[in-house]
């Protein structure tokens, strides 16, 4: 491996001690001071995940954020002396801070100033297990560092090897900034070289027609717990947050006889990282192609309606909004007389509560599973060009004809498909 190929596996917080934590948070009318509260309740859990610790903790009023400092730069000088009483080391914002903020807050406070994508990113990089996993998580971490470069070339420089690693005439800043997008065009490759073999597995999945349903929800959910639960398997469980980064596939056997593929996958947060989104795209491809998604949520969490939001604005963004969803409340030992949940299930007919540790409503979830995959199932009717061959093959494997006619320069064809399916071949529904 050349020096340009190495890996950039070192994260913003430290893992060698436990650093010392100041959270800010900054309330924007109309937002009230009550929800930055519980996001700063979020991010402490997020900073302790990520292996630090919680020192103190500012909320602070705004009417507009500061193009330059976020802060302001009085309060940015009161947060700096908060901090050296504190002895933090590290100033962590729950908001995005743009490349230039961070600079100027950095030099205004006289030590690392972060926010909560890089928080999250540092978790997932600790969490990252399959070399899929790792490259997914790193190529985020570099789209995250490459506008920040500058605040952060005393840190690469120190692993660029030094003598020998520069060329004629370009600075240290060049060298980085080459290494690094050498290292991003190297890991988009090996990407793209996984994707096409899971593509070539899928093909052999689909002509099978075998359904897909996907566990999907907010982080710490019990996802992979549920998944145990119904397909007897052991991925690992823990009261910790992403704890799931790579996808896990069970057979399913429903009580109707039927066999299904559920996959349990990376779990998702309150703004989840766009760059996290975008390297796990193709991870999550599984759940743009499911035939249901069953979206499990924490009884026990805060906040159940915004962590649902939260998980309905990742899946729009990965354009997985339109897919069937069960919603499914677990935990329920714990927490099945909280007001909440109660609220939760009468404001979302259908919902189905279940605990996944104990077993409760298992069985009524396998059932509604069953019912809602064969609800989908109807008949539609297809105008198929003559020029498509290749479509009116992949309707005859997929779909049990009922009838076939020709037509004027294309074939209508009436076939039983299910919601996935439907979908899949939308552009050929005859009108
Ligand atoms: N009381 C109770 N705890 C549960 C239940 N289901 C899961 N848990 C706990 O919730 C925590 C998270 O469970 P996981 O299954 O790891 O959650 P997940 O959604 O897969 O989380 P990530 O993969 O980290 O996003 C663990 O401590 C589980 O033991 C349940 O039905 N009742
Ligand atoms: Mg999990």
């Avoid at 005439?169 to 980085?176: N, P, R, Y």
């Avoid at 073999?197 to 996802?223: E, P």
């Amino acid at each position: 491996m050349t020096p340009d190929e190495t890996a950039f596996t070192d994260t913003l917080i430290s893992r060698q001690v436990r650093e010392r934590i100041v959270l800010v948070g900054v309330t924007l009318p109309p937002a009230l001071a009550e929800g930055t509260e519980a996001a700063l309740d979020e991010l402490a859990r997020l900073v302790d995940t990520a292996g630090a610790d919680v020192v103190e903790r500012v909320v602070q009023r705004r009417a507009a954020p500061d193009p330059s400092t976020y802060l302001g730069r009085g309060k940015a000088e009161e947060l700096r002396a908060l901090c050296e009483a504190a002895d933090a080391d590290t100033v962590v914002f729950d908001d995005d801070l743009s490349p230039a903020q961070q600079r100027n807050l950095e030099r205004i406070l006289g030590r690392t100033a972060i926010d909560r994508t890089a928080v999250i990113l540092d978790i997932f990089a600790q969490n990252a297990r399959s070399p899929e996993g790792r490259a997914q998580v790193e190529l985020a971490l570099l789209r995250y560092r490459l506008p920040r470069l500058r605040g952060r070339g005393r840190t690469l420089s120190q692993q660029a090897g030094g003598i020998g690693t520069r060329g004629p005439g370009e600075t240290q800043l060049e060298v980085d900034r080459r290494r690094l997008t050498t290292r991003m065009r190297r890991l988009e490759s090996d990407l793209r070289q996984l994707d096409r073999t899971r593509r070539t597995q899928r093909r052999g999945r689909s002509r099978s027609r075998q359904r897909l349903v996907s566990l999907v929800g907010y982080t710490n959910a019990g996802k992979s717990t549920l998944l145990n639960r119904l397909s007897g398997s052991e991925v690992p469980v823990e009261d910790r947050l992403f704890v799931t980064l790579d996808p896990r596939t069970r057979q399913l056997d429903l009580p109707g006889g039927e066999r299904v593929l559920l996959t349990d996958t990376v779990g998702f947060v309150r703004k989840l990282p766009h760059q996290l989104v975008e390297a796990f795209r193709s991870t999550l491809e599984v759940v743009v192609e499911s035939d249901l998604l069953v979206h499990v949520v924490d009884g026990c969490a805060p906040d159940l309606e915004g962590q649902v939001e939260a998980v309905r604005r990742v899946l729009a963004e990965i354009g997985a909004d339109e897919r069937p969803e069960l919603l499914v409340l677990n935990k329920v030992d714990a927490a099945g007389s909280g007001e909440e949940a109660r609220r939760l299930l009468d404001a979302h007919p259908g919902a189905l509560a279940v605990s996944a540790a104990t077993g409760a409503g298992i069985d009524e979830l396998l059932a509604t599973v069953g019912d809602r995959l064969r609800a989908g199932d109807r008949v539609v009717e297809l105008e198929i060009p003559w020029s498509r061959g290749d479509v009116l093959a992949a309707v005859h494997r997929e779909g049990g004809i009922v009838g076939e006619t020709a037509g004027e320069g294309a074939t209508r064809v009436q076939v039983v498909l299910d919601d996935a399916g439907a979908w899949r071949f939308r552009d050929f529904l005859a009108s």
